[in-house]
């Protein structure tokens, strides 16, 4: 680059691609997704995607004998080849890759399931995209509360009880829309909530973003695809380890699938970009082929590790064990074993401080924290270097511990409209202290636990506000879809 023109210096440089190759050349210890964790020798094959020949395989959609069949040929294209075996090997009747994230695959259920009819009983704590796909569909929300820990400050899943109640509650209801397992690792019963949905008459939509890796070995739970749910939802990038972004929809072979499958076909065609990315396919086809191969050995010593961590936390006693408490609540049956949840409030260290502690002191990168904890995972095939990541936490200096209030969610205000009608209204921006009473225009959600607190088209009272205002104002907390930090201001319909 020295003999560069004036000219040509006076082009200013890429300063996220720097940024990239800076935090690239740092010694992290990753413990959050993606799940390869940037261990090339664990994943070669994935690797070496992006050699000297990542150009050439940067090629466009719709490449004969790639994308699409060689010109006389009966076979299937490598692509649906490739797609054929992932839905195989998910046990689905039919599996679509996504490059828009399983964000993508929740917008296109919601597209689909609206050809059935205009009501789905969800999940109060869904990922924000089932609402977005909700606005963009026209699809009228009624909602299960998944149970959430006050202590720890999680919300896990919702119980086969509460779905009963919900669809009873609303017999138009033409899907009922779960997530599992929680960001915590937290696994739902699924064959019980299959059951209740289909005595109901209508499909199970499982959101296992988090559990793209489950089925593939004998001690990681099974895959919400082959327990009997209709459509799943995984977000392959997370813990299946194939690259951000890329994502897979399975149909399941169900009672439904002859019913949904044109209409995912069709919903697919409305939200995917007629440029996929050949790197993301291939990231997908090869995470499917390693997690196979891996299920043999490599995912088992993922689960040792992981294990062995809990043992050596376990058997040092600074930090409480906080799985028994997550056991506990009424809708969890299993926890993934590839996650690990440490108490750290426990040890004298808030979860948020311990996170960047360990990140300043030893390089260490932790999926998320809360208040009193910290979450790590590793993906299937990853090793973690427990000695290092346990003595780093044992290391951990005590700090001022501030009251720590168990969680209490306020009730979320009545519905005044709809989803919809709400995200096209005009709108204006009103100060939180003159908000209680006004309708919501946006979605806010305070995390930690992470569950919506007010929708577009809902009320939002006084003790909503009182609530996201505290969070934010926390060392710990912030506010989804806020304005600001602060939550000083609101987003409501107009006047
Ligand atoms: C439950 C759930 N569903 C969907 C998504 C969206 O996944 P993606 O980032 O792959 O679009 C997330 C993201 O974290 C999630 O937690």
Redesign the pocket.
């Known amino acids: 680059m020295t003999d560069l023109s004036p000219d040509e210096r006076a082009v200013p440089g890429a300063p996220y691609a720097d940024a990239l190759h800076r935090n690239a050349s740092g010694p992290w210890v990753r413990l959050g997704v993606p799940g390869h964790q940037d261990q090339p020798e664990r994943h070669p094959a994935l690797a070496s995607l992006a050699g000297p020949e990542l150009l050439a395989m940067d090629i466009p959609m719709f490449t004969e004998g790639v994308d699409l069949p060689l010109p006389d040929s009966a076979e299937p294209s490598p692509l649906e080849e490739a797609m054929r075996l992932a839905a195989e090997a998910w046990g689905a009747r039919r599996t679509w890759f996504l490059t828009?994230?399983?964000?993508?695959g929740?917008h296109v259920s919601c597209l689909a399931l609206r050809n059935l009819g205009s009501t789905a009983v969800v999940q109060r704590s869904?990922?924000t995209?089932v609402i977005d796909g909700a606005i963009l569909a026209g699809l009228r929300l009624e909602f299960v509360q998944p149970t959430v820990d006050p202590h720890l400050g999680i919300a896990h899943g919702v119980t086969a009880d509460a779905l009963e109640e919900q669809l009873t509650a609303n017999p138009e209801a033409i899907a009922a829309y779960v997530?599992t397992p929680s960001?915590f690792g937290a696994v739902a019963d699924v064959p019980a909530l299959v059951s209740v949905a289909h005595a109901h008459g209508v499909p199970l939509v499982v959101?296992e973003?988090?559990g793209s890796h489950f089925g593939f070995h004998p001690e990681l739970p099974e895959t919400a695809v082959r327990l009997g749910a209709d459509l799943v939802?995984s977000?392959t990038?997370?813990l299946g380890g194939s690259l951000t972004?890329s994502?897979m929809l399975h149909l399941g072979d169900t009672e439904y699938a002859d019913t949904l499958e044109p209409l995912i076909v069709r919903a697919m065609n409305t939200v995917a970009t007629t440029s996929p990315s050949a790197l993301l396919y291939a990231s997908l086809d090869l995470a499917r082929r390693d997690m196979q191969l891996n299920g043999l050995r490599g995912i088992g010593d993922s689960i040792a590790d992981v294990e062995r961590l809990r043992d050596v936390l376990n058997a040092h006693g600074r930090y409480a064990d906080p799985d028994p408490s997550i056991h506990a609540a009424p809708d969890v049956i299993a926890l993934d074993p590839l996650r690990f949840v440490v108490d750290t409030r426990s040890g004298g260290v808030p979860g948020y401080v311990a996170r960047r502690l360990l990140e300043e002191r030893n390089h260490i990168h932790i999926e998320m924290a809360t208040d009193s904890c910290i979450v790590g995972l590793i993906g299937a095939g990853s090793r973690l270097d427990v000695d290092y990541v346990a003595d780093a936490l044992h290391a951990l200096p005590e700090s001022d511990l501030a009251d720590h209030p168990p969680i209490h969610l306020p009730p979320t205000g009545e519905r005044a409209m709809d989803l919809r009608e709400a995200y096209f209204s005009a709108t204006e921006i009103v100060p939180a202290d003159a908000v209680a009473g006004r309708v919501s225009a946006d979605s806010l959600a305070a995390y930690p636990p992470g569950v919506a607190n007010v929708l577009p088209g809902e009320v939002i009272t006084a003790a909503v506000v009182d609530f996201l205002r505290q969070t934010a104002a926390s060392p710990y907390g912030w506010v989804r879809g806020s304005l600001d930090p602060q939550v000083t201001r609101f987003r409501v319909i107009a006047d």
């Open positions: 828009h994230g399983a964000s993508q929740n869904v990922h995209s997530v960001y959101d973003a988090w939802i977000s990038h997370k972004q994502a």
